[in-house]
């Protein structure tokens, strides 16, 4: 059974490294694991993927605090997005189209009549290169790049796009992205999807996480979760108010998406101040641990794992509503389409760069 098992993987990779290399080229698939004493992170460059974060609670009892899968071969057809970096615009894109310097450009759909997280074959589907690795020290890390062609999922010019996974002390994950347009002005914006159980993945739902954003503000989504009016409206006042610590599920019930089919968060922050700041932190009061959100970016998606539903995740355990959380780190929702909201276009030898740091304590 084993072996069946590891013929299917390889060939899953295969036909993954077969599909998303340059011509013919094949591109190998393989797991990176960073550790600095008991903190450990697990990457695999199918996606540029975060696969799991190993950290002690405040018994120094460890457990993995991020969902997934538990072979490379599962995420190969992962629709839920389990730890990826997603681009080459990440969210939503209305009717997968848009206009850039009078020229209209369609992207593949899917998600209905829109395009999401860069379509169909996105650089969460890709493989990345490896292009430097360091296991263990002082400062573990590893540098991934990928090369997105013109034309790729619609969108115009080729980028050049790199995202480095580092650790250092104490119990700090940096995430650092960077692109840059190499031949025609093209949009530009990465998220890491990652879902965090501070209570250890498949340990239950996270309603009881306490959850403080640094946002007074948000951009107000319609029944496709698209920024359709524009408008950027206070949170003050609503259920989507986290400017003090508060309970995830203290008033999700009260917050509907999908036009009103789905409970639960799926919301677009606007981040107070500019610059590496606070974006928000997250507290689960049965293992004592906390996650600490900094990011450069100006905007944040709120997910609380709305569509889970009986997901066969890592270590035999089952992800149900609410299994896990997002803080997605991006630029405006479909920016592409609201000259309102700040650019996301590169111009040529322009650089893009996205960086987040998640710092851990117990």
Not at 60 to 83: C, H, M, P, Q, R
């Amino acid at each position: 059974m084993a072996r069946a098992e590891l013929f299917v993987a390889l060939l899953c990779l295969c036909l993954a490294g077969l599909a998303t290399g340059a011509a013919g080229t094949r591109k190998m698939v393989g797991v990176y694991e960073l550790r600095r004493g008991d903190f450990s992170v697990k990457i695999t460059n199918l996606g540029a993927r975060v696969m799991s974060v190993v950290l002690p609670d405040s018994k120094g009892n460890l457990a993995d605090v991020v969902l997934g899968k538990d072979t490379i071969a599962e995420y190969v057809n992962d629709t839920l997005y389990f730890g990826p970096v997603t681009g080459r615009v990440a969210q939503r894109v209305s009717r997968g189209r848009f206009v850039l310097d009078g020229k209209v450009y369609h992207l593949y759909k899917n998600d209905g009549m829109n395009t999401i997280h860069g379509g169909g074959r996105g650089f969460s589907k890709s493989i990345w290169t490896v292009k430097e690795y360091v296991g263990s020290g002082d400062s573990p890390y590893i540098t991934l790049y990928y090369h997105s062609f013109d034309g790729e999922q619609g969108f115009p010019g080729a980028v050049d796009a790199y995202v480095t996974y580092q650790l250092s002390s104490p119990y700090t994950l940096g995430v650092h992205m960077n692109a840059t347009a190499l031949d025609t002005a093209t949009p530009v914006s990465f998220l890491l999807h990652s879902y965090w159980n501070l209570g250890g993945h498949g340990s239950g739902d996270v309603l009881g996480h306490t959850l403080q954003l640094f946002a007074s503000r948000h951009t107000v989504l319609d029944d496709e979760l698209l920024p359709s009016s524009g408008r950027v409206e206070p949170v003050a006042g609503t259920p989507l108010d986290f400017r003090t610590p508060t309970a995830i599920g203290a008033r999700i019930h009260k917050v509907k998406v999908m036009g009103g089919r789905v409970v639960g968060y799926d919301a677009n922050y606007i981040i107070d101040g500019e610059g590496m700041r606070p974006v928000a932190i997250a507290r689960d009061g049965a293992s004592g641990r906390k996650l600490e959100l900094w990011a450069n970016q100006p905007t944040m998606q709120l997910y609380t794992g709305n569509f889970l539903e009986h997901v066969a995740g890592k270590d035999g355990k089952v992800y149900n509503q609410y299994g896990g959380f997002c803080l997605e780190t991006m630029g405006y929702v479909d920016a592409v389409n609201h000259p309102e909201f700040p650019s996301q276009t590169l111009r040529p030898g322009q650089v893009y760069r996205h960086d987040m740091v998640f710092k851990f304590s117990f």
